[in-house]
């Protein structure tokens, strides 16, 4: 049903663009233009909210500069377990900082999280028993200066995101479910 809507979403605009075409003085956008805007669109939103769950807090790990890794969301079943997840993460800044020398920072946010340019998903799935998953959204610089770097740190041996997302989770005892936004950039 999403990919029929998708299309005729693509169709109506292309339609609307055709009879735009003879606007003086405009910037035209052409039928490549639009598909690109469709997928940054698709790629932008919460990983969370595309999976239905009503996200209750996340974590936005990014460069001191801004620059995104990674979102991490927690629905409303996680509640309880909000301020325990807090506690550390000063810990694992520090961690990361001598451990692969990358330089983090976490920003606490009510609600949901977006990667403006995500390109890959891991969702975690039965984190301490609780049934709602747990999804992260990265960034192209999320998979290679931070998921598998770390992943590899803590001593597991996958050299991809898609990997080091399923290791983890088989390590863990928990399921993981890795999805690829933009072929040729995730590292599969």
């Given amino acids: 049903m999403k990919r029929i809507t998708l299309a005729w979403l693509i169709a109506f605009m292309i339609g609307t663009l055709q009879n735009c075409k003879d606007l003086e003085g405009e910037e035209k956008l052409d039928t490549n ?3 690109q805007v469709l997928l940054l669109k698709k790629n932008s939103g919460s990983e969370g909210e595309s999976l239905g769950l009503t996200i209750a807090y996340s974590h936005k790990f990014t460069r001191p500069n ?3 890794f990674f979102c991490r969301e927690y629905s409303t079943a996680y509640l309880e377990k909000k301020a325990e997840w807090e506690e550390g993460l000063d810990d694992f800044i520090a961690e990361m900082k001598t451990g692969i020398d990358l330089d983090l920072k976490i920003e606490k946010i009510d609600g949901p999280c977006v990667v403006p340019n995500k390109v890959s998903a891991c969702i975690y799935e039965g984190v301490d028993g609780i049934n709602d998953p747990i999804p992260y959204a990265y960034s192209y610089i999320g998979e290679h200066e931070y998921l598998v770097p770390a992943m590899q740190y803590y001593g597991f041996t996958s050299t991809t995101a898609k990997g080091a997302c399923q290791e983890a989770a088989t ?4 399921g993981s479910l890795y999805k690829c936004y933009v072929k040729g950039q995730c590292w599969e």
Avoid: D, F, K, R
Wanted: proline letters at 0%; glycine letters at 30%; hydrophobic letters at 40%.
């Fill in 66 to 68: 801004g620059e995104i």
């Fill in 33 to 35: 233009g639009i598909l």
């Fill in 171 to 174: 390590s863990s005892g928990i």
